[in-house]
């Protein structure tokens, strides 16, 4: 069939690296969809260690607070006040 057309000598040529670019992509396109999963899964680790980072110092701040500190940053008027720091002291003496 070749014999045929005689300038198209560089079809076979063409045609085989048109398949081997068919075949090398089904790879390479998995590759690079593991890559972007991974690096997905990696920026989901970090965003959440950072939030329990922040979560934890928030906890040691409170922790480390009296109760009055802790009702005056409610934004507790003079007269709740005095209520206020009464409840946080009986809710800390619970067990």
């Not at 890559?35 to 965003?47: F, I, N, P, S, W």
């Amino acid at each position: 069939m070749l014999s045929l057309l005689p300038g198209l000598k560089w079809l076979p040529l063409a045609g085989g690296a048109v398949l081997g670019a068919l075949v090398a992509a089904g790879p390479v396109y998995l590759y690079g969809a593991a890559q972007g999963r991974q690096q997905a899964a990696v920026k989901a680790l970090e965003t959440s260690v950072k939030i329990l980072r922040e979560r934890n110092d928030i906890d040691d701040q409170v922790s480390h607070a009296d109760a009055a500190a802790l009702c005056r940053d409610l934004g507790m008027l003079a007269d709740d006040e005095a209520e206020c720091v009464r409840r946080v002291r009986e809710a800390a003496a619970e067990p």
